[in-house]
C-alpha cells in the first residue's frame, strides 16, 4: 500500500540556521499538503501542491513538490523560535479518496 | 481558531469504559474526519463522514464506532477502553468528500485510560 516517509524525524537548529524536511511517497501523489502542529496545539494547513516541479512561497518558507510527483520538500530559511513544531507531509494519492500523512519532523530552534 | 470545536477537551476513564468524543465541523462543511495521534504512532486516519454517510475508513478498530447527525456534528465512541487507546483524538473537517481537500483539525480530546 501507499507509504509515506518522512526524514529527519528530528531536527534541533540554532535560530538563524536553514532548516529542511523531506517527504518521499513510494506511489505517485496527485497532490500533497503540508501541516504544521505545535507543541500542544493540532495540525494546521500550510499548503497544497499539485503541479509537478511547482515551487511555492510563504515568507520564509520554500515547498517544493518533485518532477515525479513522489517527493517533496519544505525548507525554512533563517529559522526562528516560532518555527518550532511538528511538520507533517500528507500524500493525496491519484483517486483522491487516499491521503497518509508522514510521520512528521520534529523541528527544535535553539534562541 | 479553525472554526472546528471537540469536546471536551481532556478525558480521563478507565479501562474497560466507553466514552463519546463530540466534534463540530466548520460552518458549511460537510466531511468530519476522525484521527488518532499518539506518541509511537503519529497521526492514523480512523474514518471519514460525508453528509450524514460513511465514506472512507481507516485504521478503525471494531472497539470504535463514529456517526455524523443530520446537524452534521460528529461523534467518536470508543468502547472496551485499553490503556492503548490512550491519545489525542483530532476531528477535522472539510468541504467536500474528497479527502484531497484541505482538513480543517479541531483542538483535539486528550485521552487518558487508566
Known amino acids: 500500500g501507499q507509504q509515506v516517509m518522512q526524514i529527519p524525524q528530528y531536527q534541533h537548529v540554532q535560530e538563524g540556521e536553514d532548516f529542511t524536511t523531506y517527504c518521499n511517497s513510494s506511489?505517485?501523489?496527485?497532490?500533497i499538503q503540508w501541516y504544521k502542529q505545535r507543541p500542544g496545539g493540532h495540525p494546521v494547513f500550510l499548503i497544497q501542491?499539485?503541479?509537478?516541479?511547482e515551487v511555492k512561497k510563504q515568507k520564509r518558507l520554500t515547498f517544493q513538490f518533485g518532477e515525479a510527483k513522489k517527493n517533496s520538500s519544505l525548507h525554512i530559511t533563517a529559522t526562528q523560535t516560532t518555527d518550532v513544531g511538528t511538520y507533517f507531509c500528507?500524500?493525496?494519492?491519484?483517486?483522491?479518496?487516499?491521503?497518509?500523512f508522514g510521520p512528521g519532523t520534529s523541528l527544535s530552534v535553539i534562541p | 481558531d479553525s472554526g472546528v470545536t471537540q469536546t471536551p477537551k481532556h478525558l480521563i476513564t478507565a479501562t474497560g469504559q466507553r466514552v463519546t468524543l463530540r466534534c463540530s465541523p466548520r460552518?458549511?462543511?460537510?466531511?468530519v474526519y476522525w484521527y488518532q495521534q499518539s506518541l509511537d504512532q503519529g497521526l492514523q486516519f480512523l474514518i471519514q463522514?460525508?453528509?450524514?454517510?460513511?465514506?472512507a475508513k481507516g485504521n478503525i478498530l471494531e472497539r470504535f464506532s463514529a456517526q455524523q447527525f443530520p446537524d452534521l456534528h460528529s461523534e467518536l465512541n470508543l468502547s472496551s477502553l485499553e490503556l492503548g487507546d490512550s491519545a489525542l483524538y483530532f476531528c477535522?473537517?472539510?468541504?467536500?468528500?474528497?479527502?484531497?481537500?484541505?482538513?480543517?483539525f479541531g483542538p483535539g480530546t486528550r485521552l487518558l485510560v487508566l
Open positions: 477535522a473537517s472539510s468541504v467536500g468528500p474528497s479527502r484531497g481537500e484541505t482538513q480543517y
Open positions: 506511489t505517485t501523489l496527485s497532490n
Open positions: 501542491l499539485v503541479k509537478s516541479g
Open positions: 500528507a500524500g493525496v494519492g491519484t483517486s483522491y479518496d487516499k491521503v497518509i
Open positions: 460552518s458549511g462543511d460537510l466531511s
Open positions: 463522514y460525508y453528509n450524514g454517510e460513511e465514506r
